[in-house]
């Protein structure tokens, strides 16, 4: 079986187009929605480093990937900088003939160490996510790890580097909204695109109900009282972001409405986990071990039919089903294991 150039469809038809590959379940941040300090303590057991893919199995999966029709690789964590020589595993999969677009999302704390490195290695764009810009308000999201200052100067050593640079925000109700505005004003002025992102239930820790979401169309009221919005057209099949620019400006800002508007049907990402197991949905309940059958010595077709099979059978639609799920009936993989 020849797989060169094609693409796989799942049970709605949806190519698989891009992979998402966490390379850690660590971070040096405990954002409340995401892995709240009182769940990951001290006491909560990460992966071993044994378990953990190496670059080079990396490196293999996302070819094989890349055959199945991948064309973007988007790297996360935990916090993929605390992975050690993460420019390694860029360089490696700058390598691989097939991709398009590689990209990293990270809470940029260690960003302005890094950055040079990362471009250097044929990284193409970072997302970096903040949240506000009041010191106050960042650091009671993040678990009192980090000030917005770090993450500003890792946002400028990415531009000076030459790395295309886009902000994310997650917005909570009660919590940040107030920051909406003030990170737009900031933003604009700079240039840099922001993308505000619906609070989602993710994972089984963050208490999330529909009360803490502030909806795109809230968003895009506030926004528009004081910066009038042009909309943009999607860039391509699958965006998840509704994208608009500042009038008479080229500078972007984008809403990700995967609570109020969902996106399902047009879903191309598959999920890798840090220690190899694939996933079709952030909020799957499993995923399907890649990792053994590899370390087992199986050969590439087989792992190209194990993966084709997978995706084949994949009928996810979590956020377009949404409101007829009951949300506490199963546990949700952990966003910080997943990666967003
Ligand atoms: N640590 C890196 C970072 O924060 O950029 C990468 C991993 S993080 C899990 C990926 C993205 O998921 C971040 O932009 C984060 O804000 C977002 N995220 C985490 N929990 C979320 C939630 N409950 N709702 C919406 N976005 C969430
Ligand atoms: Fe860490 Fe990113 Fe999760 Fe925050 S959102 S705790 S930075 S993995
Ligand atoms: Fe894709 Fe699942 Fe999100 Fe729907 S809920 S857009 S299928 S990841």
Same mark, same amino acid.
């Given at each position: 079986?020849?797989?060169?150039?094609?693409?796989?469809?799942?049970? %709605?038809?949806?190519?698989?187009?891009?992979?998402?590959?966490?390379?850690?379940?660590?971070?040096?941040?405990?954002?409340?929605?995401?892995?709240?300090?009182?769940?990951?303590?001290?006491?909560?057991?990460?992966?071993?480093?044994?378990?953990?893919?190496?670059?080079?199995?990396?490196?293999?999966?996302?070819?094989?990937?890349?055959?199945?029709?991948?064309?973007?690789?988007?790297?996360?964590?935990?916090?993929?900088?605390?992975?050690?020589?993460?420019?390694?595993?860029?360089?490696?999969?700058?390598?691989?003939?097939?991709?398009?677009?590689?990209?990293?999302?990270?809470?940029?704390?260690?960003?302005?160490?890094?950055?040079?490195?990362?471009?250097?290695?044929?990284?193409?764009?970072?997302?970096?996510?903040?949240?506000?810009?009041?010191?106050?308000?960042?650091?009671?999201?993040?678990?009192?790890? $980090?000030?917005?200052?770090?993450?500003? $100067?890792?946002?400028?050593?990415?531009?000076?580097?030459?790395?295309?640079?886009?902000?994310?925000?997650?917005?909570?109700?009660?919590?940040?909204? %107030?920051?909406?505005?003030?990170?737009?004003?900031?933003?604009?002025?700079?240039?840099?695109?922001?993308?505000?992102?619906?609070?989602?239930?993710?994972?089984?820790?963050?208490?999330?109900?529909?009360?803490?979401?502030?909806?795109?169309?809230?968003?895009? %009221?506030?926004?528009?009282?004081?910066?009038?919005?042009?909309?943009?057209?999607?860039?391509?099949?699958?965006?998840?972001?509704?994208?608009?620019?500042?009038?008479?400006?080229?500078?972007?800002?984008?809403?990700? $409405?995967?609570?109020?508007?969902?996106?399902?049907?047009?879903?191309?990402?598959?999920?890798? $986990?840090?220690?190899?197991?694939?996933?079709?949905?952030?909020?799957?309940?499993?995923?399907?071990?890649?990792?053994?059958?590899?370390?087992?010595?199986?050969?590439?077709?087989?792992?190209?039919?194990?993966?084709?099979?997978?995706?084949?059978?994949?009928?996810?639609?979590?956020?377009?089903?949404?409101? %007829?799920?009951?949300?506490?009936?199963?546990?949700?993989?952990?966003?910080?294991?997943?990666?967003?």
């Amino acid at each position: 079986m020849s797989h060169a150039g094609s693409s796989i469809v799942d049970r %709605h038809q949806r190519p698989l187009r891009d992979l998402r590959l966490s390379v850690t379940d660590r971070c040096n941040f405990r954002c409340r929605y995401c892995m709240p300090e009182e769940i990951f303590g001290p006491d909560y057991t990460f992966l071993p480093r044994q378990e953990l893919l190496t670059f080079e199995e990396m490196e293999r999966l996302v070819r094989l990937f890349v055959q199945l029709g991948v064309k973007k690789v988007r790297i996360t964590g935990g916090e993929p900088l605390l992975r050690r020589d993460l420019p390694l595993l860029v360089r490696k999969i700058r390598r691989v003939k097939g991709v398009k677009d590689l990209a990293l999302t990270t809470n940029a704390f260690l960003l302005d160490r890094y950055a040079v490195a990362l471009q250097k290695a044929g990284l193409d764009r970072i997302n970096v996510s903040l949240d506000a810009l009041d010191d106050e308000v960042f650091a009671n999201m993040n678990g009192g790890r $980090s000030s917005v200052e770090k993450v500003l $100067s890792g946002i400028d050593a990415a531009t000076r580097a030459g790395l295309a640079v886009k902000v994310n925000m997650v917005v909570q109700k009660g919590v940040n909204d %107030h920051q909406i505005l003030p990170m737009a004003r900031y933003f604009y002025k700079k240039g840099i695109p922001l993308r505000f992102i619906e609070f989602m239930d993710v994972g089984n820790h963050n208490g999330w109900n529909t009360d803490q979401v502030v909806s795109k169309q809230e968003i895009l %009221h506030i926004l528009q009282e004081e910066l009038p919005l042009e909309p943009l057209e999607p860039g391509y099949f699958g965006e998840v972001a509704t994208r608009y620019r500042y009038r008479d400006t080229q500078t972007e800002v984008g809403i990700i $409405s995967s609570v109020t508007d969902s996106f399902c049907g047009s879903c191309t990402r598959a999920r890798l $986990s840090a220690d190899g197991k694939l996933y079709t949905c952030l909020f799957a309940s499993a995923g399907a071990d890649l990792r053994g059958p590899l370390r087992a010595g199986e050969e590439d077709e087989q792992l190209l039919q194990r993966i084709s099979g997978i995706w084949g059978k994949r009928a996810d639609r979590y956020s377009d089903e949404r409101a %007829h799920n009951s949300p506490r009936s199963r546990q949700k993989v952990e966003m910080s294991y997943i990666g967003g």
